[in-house]
């Protein structure tokens, strides 16, 4: 059983950054490859980054490559996001979620365990 609470969510101009963190608890987190996906009000939720369980493999949707990066560390056991340049489209409930397999996957049903969400607003 992992439990997965998301923070560092919050509101901020175009072109700035954030950086969201997944804290976990349980014994198994190492275990898990970890997943970030959105969703913005009234569309389906949708993939955004993974890393695979040791963090040497990583995977972004087309619409974060090169501005996110996510990142990793099972000591801590936390997962990271690293958004910058954001733009007005990047506004939604972003999850964090672990994988039941140690290697990466963009589908939403191959994870097991989800966060509450933390919020992030993109002014423009």
């Known amino acids: 059983q992992v439990q997965l609470v998301e923070s560092g969510g919050g509101l901020v101009q175009a072109g700035g950054s954030l950086r969201l963190s997944c804290a976990a608890s349980g014994r198994t987190f190492s275990r898990h490859a970890m997943g970030w996906f959105r969703q913005a009000p009234g569309k389906e939720r949708e993939f955004v980054a993974a890393?695979?369980?040791?963090?040497?493999?990583?995977n972004y949707a087309d619409s974060v490559k090169g501005r996110f990066t996510v990142s990793r560390d099972n000591a801590k056991t936390t997962v990271y996001l690293q958004m910058n340049s954001l733009k007005p489209e990047d506004t939604a409930v972003y999850y964090c979620?672990?994988?039941?397999?140690?290697?990466?996957?963009?589908?939403?049903?191959?994870?097991?365990?989800w966060g509450q969400g933390t919020q992030v607003t993109v002014s423009s």
């Open positions: 890393i695979n369980w040791n963090g040497a493999g990583t």
């Open positions: 979620a672990a994988n039941r397999n140690a290697y990466i996957s963009r589908t939403t049903y191959e994870y097991d365990y």
